[in-house]
C-alpha cells in the first residue's frame, strides 16, 4: 500500500511540538533550580535595580534559561523579553509567561517592525526589556543590528547582562546553552551601560562591534 504523503509530514510536525501543558512545569523546574544557585552580583553602575528602568537588557541567547529567575521579584511585572515569531519561539514564549514576565514575539526574520514597536512601548511606559543578542538562529556571541536602532529610538541604555558559570553543563547546541549545576556558585554580571543618542552618526557595524565588545568583556566562559 503506497504511503500518504500528506500524512507523514503531519507525523513529523507533531514530533518537533511541544505539548503546551510542559510550559508550566518547565517554568517551575527552572524556579526551582535557579533557587539553588548561590549567586554574586557584580552591577558597578546600579543596573540591577527598577530605579534604573527602563533599560535593555543584552544578553547572550546561550544564557537565557535561568537568568529571568535571578532577576528581583520586584523587577519581573517590569521586564519583557524578546522571543522568535518562530514555532520553537512559542515554547520559551509560554514558559516565560509562566515565570511571570512578559513575552514580545518577533525577530529580524519575522515580525520585526511590530516588534521593534513593541519594544519602544514597554520603554516609553518606563519598564525594561531582555533581548538576546545572537538569537534565534545565530552566530553565536555575534550582534544583530536591530538593537542599535532600538537604542537610537528610544535613547534608553543597553546594558550588558551575562550569566557567568565556571561549573556547567554545555549542550550541543548551535548556541552552545550553558547550565549551571544545581549548588552551584554564579556570577550576574551587569556590565558597562552603552548608548547611542537619537542624532549620532555612527556606523552600524562599528556599532555591533561596540556593543559585541562590551558584551564580551562581561562573559567568562573558562570552566573548572
Given at each position: 500500500?503506497?504511503?500518504?504523503?500528506?500524512?507523514?509530514?503531519?507525523?513529523?510536525?507533531?514530533?518537533?511540538?511541544?505539548?503546551?501543558?510542559?510550559?508550566?512545569?518547565?517554568?517551575?523546574?527552572?524556579?526551582?533550580?535557579?533557587?539553588?544557585?548561590?549567586?554574586?552580583?557584580?552591577?558597578?553602575?546600579?543596573?540591577?535595580?527598577?530605579?534604573?528602568?527602563?533599560?535593555?537588557?543584552?544578553?547572550?541567547?546561550?544564557?537565557?534559561?535561568?537568568?529571568?529567575?535571578?532577576?528581583k521579584r520586584d523587577m519581573h511585572d517590569r521586564l519583557a523579553v524578546l522571543i522568535s515569531a518562530s514555532r520553537d519561539g512559542n515554547y520559551g514564549?509560554?514558559?516565560?509567561?509562566?515565570?511571570?514576565?512578559?513575552?514580545?514575539?518577533?525577530?529580524?526574520?519575522?515580525?520585526?517592525?511590530?516588534?521593534l514597536r513593541d519594544l519602544l512601548r514597554e520603554l516609553a511606559d518606563g519598564n525594561a526589556i531582555v533581548v538576546p543578542l545572537d538569537g534565534p538562529r545565530g552566530p553565536r556571541y555575534e550582534v544583530q543590528p536591530g538593537l542599535v536602532l532600538l537604542a537610537r529610538k528610544s535613547g534608553v541604555p543597553i546594558v550588558p547582562v551575562c550569566l557567568n558559570a565556571a561549573d556547567r553543563w554545555q549542550l550541543r547546541s548551535w548556541d552552545?546553552?550553558?547550565?549551571?549545576?544545581?549548588?552551584?556558585?554564579?556570577?550576574?554580571?551587569?556590565?558597562?551601560?552603552?548608548?547611542?543618542?537619537?542624532d549620532e552618526d555612527v556606523e552600524l557595524s562599528a556599532a555591533c562591534r561596540r556593543i559585541r565588545m562590551g558584551m564580551l568583556e562581561a562573559t567568562r566562559d573558562r570552566r573548572r
Open positions: 500500500m503506497t504511503a500518504d504523503p500528506h500524512r507523514r509530514v503531519f507525523t513529523l510536525k507533531n514530533k518537533r511540538t511541544m505539548p503546551v501543558w510542559l510550559a508550566a512545569p518547565l517554568a517551575y523546574l527552572l524556579k526551582g533550580w535557579a533557587a539553588t544557585l548561590r549567586v554574586k552580583v557584580a552591577d558597578p553602575e546600579g543596573f540591577y535595580d527598577v530605579a534604573r528602568f527602563p533599560a535593555i537588557y543584552a544578553v547572550w541567547h546561550n544564557r537565557i534559561p535561568l537568568l529571568g529567575n535571578l532577576m514564549s509560554a514558559v516565560v509567561r509562566h515565570m511571570g514576565l512578559r513575552p514580545v514575539r518577533g525577530s529580524s526574520s519575522k515580525g520585526g517592525m511590530k516588534a552552545q546553552t550553558q547550565l549551571p549545576k544545581p549548588f552551584s556558585q554564579v556570577e550576574l554580571r551587569f556590565g558597562q551601560a552603552i548608548r547611542f543618542a537619537a
